[in-house]
């Protein structure tokens, strides 16, 4: 099969929850962290950072982090003022866990994420016409990582924290998507897959500011919400609710067709 001539729409993937698993990873090293700063005293559940990223402004797990010990604590009758964290420490604590304590070699969690995507499905995209990069809150090193060692992609379009301002923030996905944009003379459809609720809160938001072409938001159930069904319904649920147009189970079910059936019923209703 060889590759069509045009392209037909850009696709951009989050990549924590989407293209690696880290519920073993980003998110033990949150809980690590907590317990550390709060001495043992409290040591977040799963359930306790989905709550805390479903208000949708804690996309970054660091602050998260923070956030978390911030209100144990409040809960313990001492005030933020109080309390006054050194943020830096706990981005060194958090870090010391996730990426590992050697300087100039990932040795931590990091290295047992299990991948989501393969790069076969990625080259189905680009068999079907269809422009992808990636958007994400992770550091650059952090996703690069995954993306060019873990996956072998050479040099993928990467907008990472470093480059832009957290989600909600647009700015990073319109960033990316002028990377892709820059052979293709037409605004296509962009389709935004996260697995947050600050994902799709970006995706709203970029449309408020571009409305001249269709964005669309699709969710993806991390894996670590799908132990039980009602657990899985209650982020779908979630995700829709923050404006997701279909949750899916794993990023790999996004295909060609879908993505194509997404954005012809996305574009009907751009005026």
Known sequence: MTPQTSTKAIIIF???????????????????????????????????????????????????????????????????EQLQLDYSAIVAFFQ??????????????????????????????????????????????????????????????????????GKPDPTGLFATVRELDNEIEERLAVVYVGDTVADMYTVEKARRLDSARPWIGVGVLPPHVQETAPRSDAYAETLIAAGAAVVLRNVQELTPRQIQDLVSSSAQSVV
């Open 14 to 80: 989050d990549i924590d929850g989407v293209v690696r698993d880290v519920s073993g990873s980003y998110r033990r090293a949150i809980a690590d962290t907590v317990e550390y700063f709060t001495t043992q005293a409290y040591r977040p559940t799963p359930l306790d950072i989905d709550q805390l990223k479903s208000e949708g402004v804690w996309n970054n797990d660091w602050e998260a982090s923070q956030e978390l010990i911030y209100r144990y604590f409040e809960t313990q009758k001492q005030s933020r």
């Open 96 to 165: 010391s866990r996730y990426r590992g304590s050697d300087p100039n070699n990932f040795t931590g969690y990091i290295c047992n994420e299990p991948l989501l995507l393969q790069p076969s499905y990625l080259e189905q995209l680009t068999q079907a016409g269809i422009a992808w990069g990636f958007f994400s809150g992770a550091t650059r090193a952090s996703a690069n990582y995954v993306l060019e060692k873990r996956l072998g992609l050479e040099s993928p379009v990467l907008i990472a924290m470093e480059d832009a301002p």
